[in-house]
């Protein structure tokens, strides 16, 4: 599937594309950079199962915006979107499975 994504920090406003391609068998979730204000950006999700149960959760994001003023800017503040969106992801499994242990 195709997304978009709106980042917003004073009076910079930008919109980039990405495909995102789930692979069940793999249990792995990658997004490609389409179009918009980076050079580049990639992120995965992994699963993998626990032996006590329950499974782990792998996720890494690598980016770089193709202006130097917006990455000097924005470069920090897109670094804490990606962490807020992981702590997201967290909240909500444990709201759905309960806490990790």
């Known amino acids: 599937m195709e ?12 919109k980039f594309g990405s495909r995102v391609t789930l692979w069940p068998e793999k249990r792995r979730i990658d997004t490609e950079y389409i179009d918009g204000p980076f050079r580049y950006m990639q992120s995965t999700w992994e699963f993998a199962d626990r032996p006590e149960g329950g499974c782990t959760v792998e996720f890494s994001t690598d980016f770089e915006f193709r202006n130097r003023v917006l990455q000097g800017v924005i470069g920090v503040v897109f670094n804490e979107a990606m962490q807020r969106i992981v702590r997201a992801f967290e909240e909500r499994a444990a709201k759905i499975y309960g806490p990790q242990g």
């Open 3 to 14: 997304a978009d994504l709106v980042i917003s920090f004073k009076v910079f406003r930008e």
